[in-house]
């Protein structure tokens, strides 16, 4: 049975930074891509960014690209999200995903996850 369980959410202040963490457990993180959602009260789901099985590539949505940094220990089985620059429009419960991959690739799309976390909730206050 896959897990994810997600960590590092909390309240900041705008110009904070911020690091979310995923642990998996159950599958071989390795054949996985992992990518990060995020939900803000009163909006649909978005993507975030994303992370091949390799760690070798990369995607960033454009409101998070020059800020963020997504990456992957994959002795750990972790996958984690820096967040620099945070400002009121990143508050949002933030969603770890994970999607198995046969090439070294990096979905955007939600459906192309097959395991979700319960979300970690980011609160940034002006």
């Known amino acids: 049975q896959v897990q994810l369980a997600e960590s590092g959410g909390g309240v900041v202040q705008a110009g904070d930074s911020l690091t979310l963490s995923c642990t998996l457990s159950g599958i071989v993180f390795t054949s996985f891509a992992m990518g990060w959602f995020r939900r803000a009260p009163g909006k649909e789901r978005e993507f975030v960014a994303a992370i091949s099985y390799s760690g070798g590539r990369t995607e960033y949505a454009s409101s998070v690209k020059g800020r963020f940094i997504i990456s992957r220990d994959n002795p750990k089985n972790t996958a984690r999200l820096r967040m620099n620059s945070l400002s009121p429009e990143d508050t949002a419960v933030y969603y770890c995903?994970?999607?198995?991959?046969?090439?070294?690739?990096?979905?955007?799309?939600?459906?192309?996850?097959?395991?979700w976390g319960q979300g970690t909730q980011v609160t940034v206050s002006s």
């Open positions: 995903a994970a999607s198995r991959r046969s090439t070294d690739t990096v979905p955007t799309a939600p459906a192309a996850y097959e395991s």
